[in-house]
C-alpha cells in the first residue's frame, strides 16, 4: 500500500508531519520509529517500506517537534523535555488502535526511546529497538571525526556556549536553554534528497532532551529486554566499544552487522529478519 501523510496533533495544539506505511493486510501491530539528529528520512522510509511489505505490521515514522519550518520556536522546545510527554501521547493514541506497538529509535532517536523507558510505564510497548545509537556524547564511543567534511558547513556544534549552558543547567538555571547549540541541514522535503536543504539551528534544551539524562542509567538490568543494532561501518559510534559497554552494564546483547553504515543499517536483510523473528515470536 501507498505512504500515507498526515499530521499528529498534540495536546497543546502543536502539529508535526506524520508517515504511514500500512502492511498489505489489516493487523493489531504497528511499529513506531523515532528519527536520529536530522529529520531526513528516505533511509527510515525504506526500512518501513521493506517491513510493512514483509510482515503483517504498520510502521508509523513522525517528524518530531522543533524540526518544521511552520512551528512556532522553529528548532526548539516549549519546555526541557518535552519529547517524553510527546513520545507518551503518540503510544498512548496507538494503544487505542493497536494490541502490539514496538518502539524503534535511531542514532539519537533510541536515547528518546530509552527516556520513555525509564520515564513512562511502558507496559503499552511489547519490544524495543535501538539502532546505531548514540545516547549520550559523554559515552565515549563515537568515532573520530578527523576527515575533512568536504567543505560541509550545514554541521556545527556551538562548544562554548554548550559547555556554559550545562553549567547553568546544572544550577537549574534554564533562561537561556533557547539559544542554539547546534546546526544542522534541514530539508525543505525531509524524504527526497534532492531537495533544497538550508542550515537549521537546535536549541540546547531541545538537544539535551533528545539524550539520555547520564551515561550511569545504563546500569539497569531491564535493558536486556532491548534490541540492539550496530553496523561494523558505522561512522559515527564504535560498534565494538558501544557493545562492550551496553553488555557488561546491562547484560543485554548487540548485534554488530557486517559492512552496514550508520543509516543503511535500517534496512540491510539481515537487520530485518533479526526484527522479523522477534515480532513473530
Not at 50 to 79: M, N, Q, W
Request: glycine share 6%; aromatic share 12%.
Amino acid at each position: 500500500m501507498a505512504r500515507v501523510t498526515s499530521l499528529f496533533t498534540f495536546s497543546d495544539k502543536v502539529n508535526i508531519p506524520y508517515y504511514e506505511y500500512p502492511s498489505k493486510v489489516k493487523t493489531d501491530s504497528v511499529m513506531l520509529c523515532i528519527h536520529g539528529l536530522t529529520s531526513e528520512m528516505e533511509h527510515l522510509f525504506t526500512f518501513a517500506e521493506k517491513l510493512s511489505g514483509k510482515l503483517d505490521v504498520d510502521v508509523h515514522l513522525p517528524i518530531l517537534r522543533g524540526y518544521t519550518s511552520f512551528e512556532t520556536g522553529v528548532g526548539d522546545l516549549p519546555e526541557k523535555n518535552k519529547y517524553d510527554s510527546d513520545l507518551k501521547e503518540m503510544i498512548n493514541e496507538l494503544a487505542q488502535e493497536y494490541k502490539h506497538i514496538y518502539l524503534m529509535g535511531h542514532s539519537i532517536g533510541a536515547a528518546n526511546v530509552m527516556r520513555y523507558f525509564l520515564e513512562e510505564p511502558h507496559y503499552k510497548v511489547r519490544s524495543f529497538f535501538l539502532v546505531s545509537p548514540f545516547l549520550h556524547p559523554s559515552l565515549k564511543v563515537s568515532r573520530d571525526q578527523k576527515e575533512d567534511n568536504g567543505g560541509d558547513d550545514f554541521y556545527e556544534v556551538f562548544y562554548t556556549r554548550a559547555v556554559m549552558l550545562r553549567m547553568l543547567d546544572r544550577f537549574n538555571i534554564q533562561v537561556f536553554s533557547q539559544k542554539p547549540v547546534v546546526k544542522i541541514p534541514m530539508r525543505e522535503i525531509p524524504y527526497e534528497p534532492d531537495s533544497a536543504t538550508v542550515p537549521y539551528t537546535l536549541s540546547y534544551r531541545l538537544i539535551t532532551s533528545r539524550f539520555i539524562t547520564k551515561p550511569g542509567i545504563l546500569k539497569n538490568p531491564d535493558f536486556s529486554r532491548f534490541n540492539v543494532f550496530i553496523g561494523n561501518n558505522d561512522e559515527v559510534i564504535d560498534g565494538l566499544k558501544f557493545q562492550d559497554i551496553w553488555e557488561k552494564n546491562t547484560g543485554g546483547k548487540v548485534t554488530l552487522l557486517e559492512k552496514e553504515d550508520h543509516n543503511r543499517v535500517l534496512y540491510s536483510p539481515l537487520f530485518l529478519e533479526e526484527v522479523g523473528q522477534t515480532i513473530k515470536s
